[in-house]
């Protein structure tokens, strides 16, 4: 289970918490929590909705205990800590570019952003996911990208 | 609404939100949602970006997987030692405060063991 979703796990979880560690917290979280009450038999694949919304429970539960410690908007990460990617010089500043307008999205932008453009879950498996009519995923999310490409170009 | 919003009716939704009318439609129309999709869609380079910014530390399903592992081997002390607590301290409880019924009981039948039998009288008496 770990190996098959820890990394959607860690993107839902990172488009909520801002922080890498705070993310890793709830990537841990998440399995103990699927791991204790299964919605399925021994051997059977989790659903991965099922899974991303205990993730995405689990993160926001985490963020609400820390709500009073966490910083402010300004002084958010300036970038993820521990991005392990093949970075050409010239690929730097347009990451930066986009995690600067990732995270002036709000919330609920960033997670539909993370699982549908980044995971590739299906309208019908986020609109699962978040416990959200179809038609309103929808149109948020269209919204979403929208709001995505007016930060990038703000920031460029 | 039954025509269905012009492209640039939709552009606008997408910028704004509005008006209502076309934010009604759209809730409802396959169609219109499937033309604002294709508008909204992010380029490729946006999508490896965000790939690249979400992306998860490589050693993170070895940190989950000791992480789980300490922390149900932690719960699991914490649970062992809960109930050796538990015991102790029923233990404890019998020796420094033993149960008054029981010892009651105890002493009645030591009383009965060893004293001479009452007479009725003082057994109408009750305790004293």
């Given at each position: 289970?770990?190996d098959?979703?820890?990394?959607?796990?860690?993107?839902?979880a990172?488009?909520?918490?801002?922080?890498s560690?705070?993310?890793?917290?709830?990537?841990?979280?998440?399995?103990?929590?699927?791991?204790?009450?299964?919605?399925?038999?021994?051997?059977?694949?989790?659903?991965?909705?099922?899974?991303?919304?205990?993730?995405?429970?689990?993160?926001?539960?985490?963020?609400?205990?820390?709500?009073?410690?966490?910083?402010?908007?300004?002084?958010?990460?300036?970038?993820?800590?521990?991005?392990?990617?093949?970075?050409r010089?010239?690929?730097?500043?347009?990451?930066?570019?986009?995690?600067?307008?990732m995270?002036?999205?709000?919330?609920?932008?960033?997670?539909?952003?993370?699982?549908?453009?980044?995971?590739?879950?299906?309208?019908e498996?986020?609109?699962?996911?978040?416990?959200?009519?179809?038609?309103?995923i929808?149109?948020?999310?269209?919204?979403?990208?929208?709001?995505?490409?007016d930060?990038?170009?703000?920031?460029? | 609404?039954?025509?269905?919003?012009?492209?640039?009716?939709?552009?606008?939704?997408?910028?704004?939100?509005?008006?209502?009318?076309?934010?009604?439609?759209?809730?409802?129309?396959d169609?219109?949602?499937?033309?604002?999709?294709?508008?909204?869609?992010?380029d490729?380079?946006?999508?490896?970006?965000?790939?690249?910014?979400?992306?998860?530390?490589?050693?993170?399903?070895?940190?989950?997987?000791?992480?789980?592992?300490?922390?149900?081997?932690?719960?699991?002390?914490?649970?062992?030692?809960?109930?050796?607590?538990?015991?102790?301290?029923?233990?404890?409880?019998?020796?420094?405060?033993?149960?008054?019924?029981?010892?009651a009981?105890?002493?009645?039948?030591?009383?009965?063991?060893?004293a001479?039998?009452?007479s009725a009288?003082?057994?109408?008496?009750?305790?004293?």
């Open positions: 289970m770990v098959r979703h820890a990394a959607a796990v860690y993107r839902v990172l488009s909520i918490v801002h922080d560690s705070l993310a890793d917290d709830v990537v841990q979280e998440t399995m103990i929590r699927a791991w204790r009450r299964s919605p399925v038999g021994p051997g059977e694949e989790i659903p991965r909705s099922w899974l991303l919304k205990v993730a995405h429970n689990a993160a926001i539960s985490l963020l609400r205990t820390r709500r009073e410690d966490l910083r402010g908007p300004d002084t958010f990460p300036e970038s993820p800590a521990e991005i392990e990617t093949d970075r010089v010239e690929g730097i500043a347009q990451l930066d570019e986009l995690w600067e307008a995270r002036h999205l709000d919330e609920d932008a960033r997670v539909l952003i993370a699982l549908k453009e980044v995971d590739g879950l299906s309208y498996e986020i609109a699962e996911t978040l416990d959200l009519p179809l038609p309103t929808k149109t948020r999310l269209f919204r979403a990208r929208r709001q995505l490409k930060a990038l170009k703000e920031w460029r | 609404m039954t025509r269905h919003p012009s492209r640039r009716a939709l552009q606008q939704w997408l910028d704004t939100g509005g008006p209502g009318r076309v934010d009604r439609h759209i809730e409802g129309c169609r219109c949602q499937e033309e604002l999709d294709r508008m909204s869609a992010l490729e380079t946006t999508l490896s970006g965000l790939v690249a910014v979400t992306e998860p530390p490589s050693d993170l399903e070895e940190r989950v997987t000791d992480g789980v592992d300490t922390r149900l081997r932690d719960e699991a002390a914490v649970g062992a030692f809960a109930d050796l607590f538990a015991i102790g301290w029923d233990f404890l409880r019998c020796v420094i405060d033993p149960d008054p019924n029981r010892e009981a105890r002493s009645t039948t030591d009383d009965t063991a060893h001479p039998p009452k009288d003082e057994n109408r008496g009750g305790p004293r």
